[in-house]
Structure formats: C-alpha cells, structure tokens
C-alpha cells in the first residue's frame, strides 16, 4: 500500500545521483587520441581502476602508467553507491567462514589493514570525502532477526571484532524508530565515506603523480601485439579512433560488458536504487538522534542501506535488485518509479516522525555480482592482463585490496597474496539464458517469502545453498 504522502515526496525528486550532481564536480579530463603506448594501461576509472593506478605508480614512479574511462572517473557505480566503506573484503564475515574457512582469519587481518591503508591515503593525499570512522548499526525490524544478530554476533567476537547488542530501548536511543526491535553495532570495521569525493580525490592524486588520464575514451577491443596488448580506443564528441600499447593491463569495468568473453558467465549486472532527502531541519534530526552517524542496515534477505551525510540528509537505499534479461545494461533502467515508491514507503514505515520530509534526488546504478558475493580475480592473454569483478556492492573498500592482488598477478610472483583461495578459485558460474533470467527471478522471489516467513527459506533457497550458488547485491 502506498502512503498518502509518497507520491508528494518524490514529486520533486531528480532523476540524478545526488553525489554527481554538485558543483566541485571537477571538469573532465581530454579524451585519447591518436595511437599511445604504456608500461600498464588501467581499463576502468571507478574505484578498482584508480587504486591500481594510484598504487602502481607510488611503487614505482618512473613506470608509465595510462587511465582511460568511457566516461569520467566515478561516474558509474563508484559515484552512486551509499558510501559504506568496510573492512571485509568477503562480503561480511559469515559469507567468508562458508567459502574460505582456512583463511578466512588471514582475509579478516588483511581486510583490516586495508581499511586503515585507506584511511592513511584519504589523510595523505588530503582528499576531502568525509571519511568517518563510524562503524555500522545493523538492527532487527522482526522478532526472527534477533537470533540472527545474537549468532552474528558470536561469530563476530570469535574473529575479534568489538561488537555489541543492543536491546529495544538501546537502539532505538542511538537512532529512532519504532520498527527496530534490536541491533548490533560494530564499532571500528565500517567507515562512511562521499563516494564521489572519493573517486574525485583518486583522480586527483593519479594526476598528481604523473598517471596519464583520459576520460570519455571507450575501449573496443584488446588483442595481442607481439610481447604487449593493443586496445581499441573510441573517444570524444566524434568517436575518434585511437589506441594504446601496453606492457601490461588492468581490467576494472565490474559489471559492464566485459571485454573478455571468460567473464560473461560469472558476472550478472543487477541494478540497485537509491532516495536522498532534503537537509533535514534541527527538529527532525532530533526526532530520530542518530548522533553517532553510523551506516545503517537491516536484516532481512531484501535488505535496506542508510546513512546520514555532512550536511543532514539520509540516503536510503536497496532492497529490490533487479536483473534485466540478458545481463541488459542501460541508462533508462537507472529509473524504476515502482521501487522509488517501494522504498518511499519502507522509508516513511521506518521513520514515521519525517512524514513530512521530501526527496531531492532518486537514481540507480548497476552492481557486478556474483555466485559467491565477493571479487574473484584471473589473468588473460599469458598473465599481460588482470581483472577482478564481482564485488556484490560491496566494493568502495574491496577494490583497494583486489587493485594490489592485480598488480601481485600482472608481476607473476608467487606472493602472499596471490596464494590466497580467494585469489585463486573462481566462483560458480551461472547459467546461460533462459535458465539465468528464471533462476535470478526465482531466487528474488523466494528471498521475498522468507522475509515473509520469518525467515524460513524454501526448498529452492536451501538447494542453491547446498551447491554454494547466490544472488545478491
């Protein structure tokens, strides 16, 4: 059911990404043209591509390192997410027990370290994108959901994490609403970041280093050239042709289609929705506290993200993923009204008290996933190019970790973290169409059930967790 002010909400709302759409949006850099050559050439200016170059050219800064993006650094998923910036680099704990259980303590540390080699960067770079070390508040909106945060937590604390439940009355005095019956907080694992400002300061500190970045450049094709890779390039306002030579590649375009065939089966781009609200005003911020400006999420198998940004709005985000047959990417699948108003209610059934906030901005974006939730890595072309995808939406820290395993792969030593299992197993692959198209719709609409039914999960959710398949983002 719709709520009578939804419709009045969102009347105003742009159909943009909030975090693009500000003036210290910083102007785009030339397009490639005419024929290049490079020590590394980084296919991919999110998050995965700026790290590698980044940390290519602190290792060594005499190698000529080239960026190119079809179009601006951070415009795509590193642009639009909800900024949640976190240590695991498994897609939470649990998941990495279940598919790496003899590292999965190793990945813990490392995944630690990883978050503090960003925060170290943001500081020495002085890239100003608001990264506070907050932690995350995950709380139950359902009776069945606190077992589940009570064993969460146990597991948690066995891996040395500084967590906390916290009862009725507990969370709801760290932020307000009548739907939360109890909640976790790990206090030191999570950060909030801007995401644009992020992948804006990346670039910055890319140039700044002497990488050659071209934005609005499209790569069409990669082949072998002797001992080098040659990539296709089109860019500018008339597609003009180009190329780059290169010793070596990084392959970092996540869920767009991908330029190698190999990876067609294990990534499945879905698309993930997001609110923004207007500033919120002293009195409705002190309806709902949230003092402590921790990431928020729920519990549920159709989950919802929220935070709360340097200037008092709340972004609110996921719930419906939503696959397009054929693994379709496009601009207009960005705007769904159908999950805008979803989420509108869910927001206005969370916070009663803002009934009468509005929305400024509503957009989507795609998430790379895949059967086991978490990046997976390979070479091609006789170990001269590196890639990593699957991410599964969390990525803004992740990408830091897989950017130093791609440059591990493209020197060809066996290093520590080359040897990881996560390194070196591929997910499952998922079927080709029709199946894919069927088995993904089947999965959402059997995950929507369980949270119906307390959590029970079908026979069909119990099978693909017996074969370790998945769907998520």
């Not at 995950?138 to 937590?153: K, R």
């Not at 760290?174 to 790990?186: A, K, Q």
């Not at 990488?211 to 008339?238: F, K, N």
Request: aromatic content about 8%.
């Amino acid at each position: 059911m719709t709520l009578p002010h939804t419709g009045r909400a969102l009347a105003d709302a742009a159909p943009v990404p909030y975090w693009l759409d500000r003036p210290e949006r910083p102007d785009p850099l030339p397009p490639l043209t005419g024929a290049q050559t490079a020590d590394l050439l980084v296919i991919g200016g999110g998050y995965g591509g700026l790290w590698a170059a980044l940390e290519a050219k602190r290792a060594e800064p005499d190698r000529d390192v080239l960026l190119v993006d079809a179009g601006t650094c951070g415009w795509a998923a590193s642009g639009r997410n909800g900024g949640f910036c976190a240590a695991s680099l498994t897609h939470g704990l649990a998941n990495g027990v279940d598919r790496f259980p003899g590292e999965i303590g190793e990945l813990e540390r490392l995944g630690r370290a990883n978050l503090d080699a960003i925060a170290a960067t943001v500081a020495e770079f002085d890239i100003d994108c608001d990264f506070e070390r907050t932690g995350e508040l995950a709380v139950a909106v359902e009776p069945y959901q606190l077992d589940g945060l009570a064993a969460d937590a146990e597991l948690a604390r066995r891996y040395g994490h500084r967590v906390r439940l916290l009862d009725t009355d507990e969370v709801r005095a760290e932020v307000n609403s009548p739907t939360y019956l109890g909640g976790m907080v790990d206090a030191d694992r999570v950060a909030m970041v801007d995401p644009a400002e992020l992948a804006w300061g990346l670039r910055r500190a890319c140039v700044d280093l002497a990488v050659r970045v071209h934005e609005h450049t499209r790569v069409t094709g990669l082949r072998a050239d002797g001992p080098a890779l040659r990539a296709a390039t089109a860019g500018g306002l008339d597609n003009a042709p180009g190329s780059v030579r290169a010793r070596r590649v990084v392959l970092a375009t996540n869920a767009f289609p991908p330029l190698l065939r190999r990876l067609r089966a294990y990534v499945v781009p879905v698309y993930d929705h997001v609110l923004m609200t207007e500033p919120l005003s002293p009195a409705q911020r002190d309806a709902i506290g949230w003092r402590n400006r921790q990431g928020l999420a729920d519990t549920g198998n159709q989950f919802h993200y929220y935070r709360i940004t340097r200037d008092g709005r709340i972004l609110f985000g996921g719930y419906d993923a939503v696959y397009h047959y054929g693994n379709r990417v496009a601009p207009k699948l960005e705007q769904r009204p159908a999950t805008f108003t979803a989420l509108a209610n869910h927001f206005f059934t969370t916070f009663p008290q803002l009934a009468d906030v509005r929305f400024s901005h509503r957009w989507g974006g795609v998430i790379d996933t895949c059967t086991r939730f978490c990046p997976f890595y390979g070479t091609a072309f006789g170990g001269r190019l590196a890639y990593a995808a699957g991410y599964t939406g969390l990525g803004v820290g992740a990408t830091r970790f897989s950017a130093r395993v791609l440059l591990d792969l493209l020197a060809g030593g066996d290093t520590p973290l080359t040897r990881l299992d996560l390194v070196r197993r591929k997910p499952l692959p998922f079927p080709p169409e029709p199946v894919r198209a069927v088995g993904i719709n089947l999965t959402r609409r059997s995950m929507a059930r369980a949270d119906a039914r307390e959590g029970r999960r079908d026979l069909w959710l119990r099978t693909l967790d017996r074969l370790g398949l998945g769907f998520d983002s």
